[in-house]
């Protein structure tokens, strides 16, 4: 019976990261279900969800994986997934992209994403950045993905970003997004 996993790694960037575990799934006959890579100040990071085929041990997937983690500069763990966790979960909501652009300090990441919390919004994707200086100081960039719940009004997710943009000294900008069905 196959099974669904789910491996993670980090480690120090260098060229051929992606291929040579590419190579290594599909030498080992898995299928590549969803995957996030980026690349932050010269670390690299992985998330691959796959699912093995039929007749392969997930011991067999650690020992190749173990067998390059040094070649690829790598620390990975290799996690075989219960039943349904690799399903797709439907977020119930409505979709929103929410900039953040401001003076960096600490405390920008915490409070806004507090705020989304207290409203039942589910973050499903963040990113940030240090985007160079600005009269004199570094400038913060943060965008994320949100599922807001339908008992929360557009006005209600406005008013209280605007509310924490002011109390962190912080631009927010909300944006909708229409999702088209494929």
């Known amino acids: 019976m196959s ?6 790694g980090v480690g120090h960037d ?3 990261i992606v291929a040579e575990l590419a190579e290594i799934l599909f030498e080992m006959g898995c299928n590549l279900l969803d995957s996030s890579m980026t690349l932050l100040r010269g670390e690299f990071a992985i998330i691959l969800m796959i699912r093995q085929p039929d007749g392969q041990s ?3 997937l650690k020992k190749r ?3 390059v983690e040094t070649k690829l500069g ?3 763990h290799v996690r075989e997934l219960a039943e349904g966790e690799a399903e797709e ?3 119930v909501g409505d979709p929103y992209i929410i900039s953040v652009y401001g003076a960096d300090k600490p405390g920008i990441v915490s ?3 507090r705020v989304l919390a207290d409203l039942g919004a589910n973050v499903t994707d963040v990113e940030t950045k240090h985007t160079g200086e600005r009269d004199g100081a570094t400038v913060f960039l943060m965008v994320l993905e949100v599922t807001l719940p339908e008992k929360v009004s ?6 209280t970003l605007e509310q924490a943009s002011k109390r962190l000294n912080v631009n927010v900008s909300v944006q909708s997004l229409d999702v088209v069905q494929l």
Not at 3 to 8: A, E, G, I, Q, R
Not at 154 to 159: G, I
């Open 3 to 8: 099974k669904n996993v789910v491996l993670t």
């Open 14 to 16: 260098r060229v051929g």
């Open 58 to 60: 997930l011991e067999q």
């Open 65 to 67: 994986i173990s067998e």
């Open 74 to 76: 790598l620390s990975i």
């Open 89 to 91: 979960i439907e977020d």
């Open 111 to 113: 409070g806004i994403t």
């Open 154 to 159: 557009d006005a209600k997710l406005r008013a």
